[in-house]
């Protein structure tokens, strides 16, 4: 009760889970001082302090437990999922070298938005982690030559990567960490078979994260489908 009152309080968070749900953090210190090329990057931004959706996710998604995280636009869910991302890349068994194909894949509604995560990943430039991003109607050449090149993170619209799937151009099924972001927009688009058919291709162990605006019916039955006990994360109202 104590860590509600105080979660609901100072963070405007509330959290749905049948599991315990760790503390949120309340400083960017306590999620990453131990990771001092991610805290400069922070600190170059000029961010003072975790966004609610950061401060409740972070610790989560640090602890390898699915989230869903429902919050408005623009508060910063893209840094909610993407930093844990980086670190999940890096502490992976295997080699990174040995790798095939992809750790983490995020699928986003748009390119435009797909374009803007890239951009967030290579601010950081943590340990030469790569990314691409694949989109209908981009390069394709340009595409395949980068996800040969060792890009650990891929950006996608489903419709593309689906097509790269079929065709065996990209290999998922080494992805353990996978996004979907802005869920909602993405079912509103009609990508909800392609969606279905990539996370087929990805190994079930893995940690999935889903962000959302709105919590309409579509997205709770997508999220209770592909995720396993995760915690909800809502800041703000649901608006069911
Ligand atoms: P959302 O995905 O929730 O719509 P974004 O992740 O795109 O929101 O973030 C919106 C903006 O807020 C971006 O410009 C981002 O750089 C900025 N931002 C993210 N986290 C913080 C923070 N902790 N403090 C201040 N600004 C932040
Ligand atoms: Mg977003």
Aim: overall charge neutral; charged content about 20%.
């Amino acid at each position: 009760e104590q860590v509600k009152d105080f979660r609901e309080k100072n963070f405007g968070i509330e959290v749905k889970s049948s599991n315990p749900v760790p503390n949120p953090v309340q400083t960017f210190e306590q999620a990453f001082g131990t990771y001092p090329m991610i805290m400069a990057q922070i600190k170059r931004q000029g961010f003072e302090v975790p966004s609610p959706v950061q401060s409740q996710g972070w610790p989560i998604l640090m602890q390898g437990i699915d989230m869903i995280g429902t919050a408005q636009t623009g508060t910063g869910k893209t840094l909610a999922f993407l930093l844990p991302a980086l670190l999940h890349i890096v502490a992976q068994p295997t080699p990174r070298w040995e790798r095939i194909g992809p750790t983490c894949l995020v699928l986003a509604p748009t390119r435009e938005l797909a374009q803007q995560i890239e951009r967030e990943v290579n601010k950081f430039e943590y340990e030469n982690i790569r990314c691409v991003c694949i989109y209908g109607q981009g390069d394709k050449r340009n595409q395949i030559q980068k996800l040969n090149a060792m890009s650990e993170i891929v950006i996608a619209t489903p419709g593309r990567l689906n097509d790269f799937a079929d065709q065996g151009i990209v290999d998922l099924s080494g992805v353990s960490y996978l996004v979907l972001d802005e869920a909602d927009r993405m079912l509103d688009m009609g990508f909800e078979p392609q969606v279905r058919k990539i996370v087929m291709h990805i190994r079930p162990d893995r940690q999935t994260i889903l962000t959302s605006a709105t919590w309409p019916k579509e997205v709770r039955a997508l999220s209770s489908k592909l995720m396993k006990n995760p915690i909800h994360v809502i800041v703000g109202s649901l608006d069911l």
